[in-house]
């Protein structure tokens, strides 16, 4: 959970090279995509809300910074896989709210033609991989495709988020060992917004009192620890996992403090039981990514109050097309059930014509 | 020249010759490179092509396996050695969730070329743990091919066409047929220069007239001692089709078979629950009841987890003498 107010400074970070290199552009930018994330889902909330959404909505509202920060610092052979709540990184990696928007809609213009829904965006153009439903089961994953990378002797490194509650997933240990005992560039970053689902970190999880990254010692694999609420810290930090990754193709663990505003997902009941009012206020009002990104910039002479009401309006207005666009759109037709499922049917084959793939009940 | 070499070696030049053929091609499981395999199918292949390709994994199923299908989603393709298929088990999310769905949930934006492979059977007092043969539980799963072959010929073939797919393919072998022999062209005498079967096509190992058996893996050997049985005692002509792959599944060819023959018995080393010959056997009764002239039996490995005490396990699984009796009680 974040500990910075939403007022307080983060100047040693804002020092560090990488973020002495942002323009007044850049920072812009970030602010944007920022707002962009969260006008994103609240417009999905509505809709959800409305009934035109199935499913399940995992809502990354407060927790923006940690996708924003640390995906800005990627480059080409760089490589980005998560959890379920994916929207953020999504739409920071460079996908588009229409064909994200439409995803939740279950429609054909969906980013994945409607077929994998809010927990499994994808956008291999982009580096990312999405999107995965199981808690940790992406973990494995994020060190193979830093496996890949290494293995084409090619200098990136693959983020792989996580949220606290899936430390506790074997597979994130094994991934661990692996990753350390074969130097994978690989850095996990645990998003830890303070509960899993419903069971709280203390509830949940055993670890050293430096914090749960620092579980890392015992794969012989560095860590750090950030506070999620300040681009700068999220920037310089990550920076220095992704120049080891880059320089020494040497595995991370980093823990950002964050938190999430809603519950779980929308359909989470207890969102204010298992965890105070109060709690979330506090959060809402002091600890916000986005309101102190805000602040941060107006006090740096970069945007004024009316910039970002502009920024904000046109989020909003952003997202609005989407979910016009996602309505307008056209449900996959039935006939496309069967595809997408073996690439060798999919490409017409040999292979793809050889014996029955698919069977009728 | 044909030569006579064993399921092992078929499948270790298989290997060897899709290393060569694709510098994508790794192959990591337990003991693969210096203990030069537990089964010795990899057997010099980390003294031939080194660390960067033959890799030894930690005992870490779920690890290794979810990191080899991140890595097919960049264009690798990892060959992973399961010690024993039983050990997918503990790998099951990424085998069930990860490589078999990504494609679908991303819309086919993505294929996961990646090969499982390792010995899938019963019958060698390893207890219940280290004897399932889970061929049809993965074919369950639109999205994953599975491969059986029988021997040294497919397994060669196979293996090679395994690793060219760009889909996952769980490739299921015996430990109990690793040492068996059988004719494997040299690639001098083939068309093309080398030994690709495709998956998907059966394959009829026997011609016969009055009986259809219809196998996988090595209970294609037992049903080929049986129809020789039943060919010398019983004057019965029995066809022996070997399936080859469960998923895609050579139906033209069952049918085929079937509508010749008029009688058929499913026979595999599964168990009989949803087994393999559970779907085949619906399969004929819907296509070619009207050829049939009895009913579809099926033979499979007593319903109880692998018996350890030597004497005992042999009779959970299906012998010769029990497709004689039960083929005679439909001739």
Known sequence: MASKTANQSTVPFADAPINQSLTAADKIELLRQMIRIRRFEQTSLKHYHNGSIGGFLHLYIGQESVAVGSISLLGEHDHVITAYRDHGHALAVGMGMNECMAELFGKATGCSKGKGGSMHYFAPDKNYWGGHGIVGGQTPLGAGLAFGVKYKGLKGCCLCYLGDGAINQGAFHEALNLASLWSLPVIYIIENNGYSMGTSQARSSAFPKEGLAARAEGYNMDWDKIDGVSLYEIRAGVQKAVERAHEHCRPTIIEILTYRHKGHSVADANAEKYRTKEEIQEYMNKHDPIEFWKNTLIAEGVISEDDYKTINKEAGAEADAAAEFAIKSPYPDESEIFDDIYWEVDNNTEAGRSGRHFFHG | ?331
Request: aromatic content about 6%.
């Open chain 2, 1 to 331: 020249m044909p030569r006579e070499i064993t399921y092992r070696e078929a499948l270790r030049e298989g290997l060897d010759e899709e290393l060569a053929y694709d510098d994508n091609v790794i192959i990591i499981g337990e003991e693969v490179a210096e203990y030069n395999g537990a089964y010795k199918v990899t057997e010099g292949l980390w003294k031939k092509w080194g660390d960067k390709r033959i890799i030894d994994a930690p005992i870490s199923e779920a690890g290794f396996i979810g990191m080899g299908i991140g890595a097919s989603m960049l264009g690798i393709r990892p060959v992973m050695e399961l010690m024993f298929f039983s050990f997918a088990y503990v790998a099951f999310d990424q085998m069930m969730n990860n490589a078999a769905t990504c494609r679908y949930m991303s819309g086919g934006l993505i294929n996961v070329p990646i090969v499982v492979r390792g010995p899938a059977n019963g019958g060698t007092n390893v207890g219940a743990t280290h004897s399932h043969t889970p061929e049809n539980i993965f074919a369950n799963m639109p999205g994953l091919k599975v491969v059986t072959p029988s021997d040294a010929h497919d397994a060669k073939g196979l293996i090679k066409s395994a690793i060219r797919d760009n889909d996952p393919v769980y490739f299921m072998e015996s430990t109990v047929l690793y040492g068996m022999t059988g004719t494997v062209p040299s690639n001098d005498e083939i068309e093309g220069g080398e030994l690709l079967v495709p998956i998907g096509k059966a394959k009829v190992k026997r011609e016969g007239s009055d009986l259809t058996l219809i196998a996988h893996g090595r209970a294609v050997v037992t049903c080929l001692a049986a129809a020789e049985i039943l060919a010398e005692k019983h004057h019965i002509n029995a066809e022996v089709l070997d399936l080859r792959s469960i998923r895609p599944l050579d139906e033209e060819a069952i049918m085929a078979s079937v509508r010749k023959t008029h009688r058929a018995i499913c026979v595999e080393e599964n168990k009989p629950f949803c087994g393999v010959g559970a779907q085949i056997s619906s399969m004929i009764m819907e296509q070619a009841f009207d050829d049939l002239d009895a009913p579809v039996l099926r033979i499979t490995s007593a319903d109880a987890p692998a018996f350890y005490s030597p004497p005992i396990e042999k009779l959970q699984l299906p012998n010769p003498d029990e497709i004689v009796a039960r083929a005679l009680s439909i001739c």
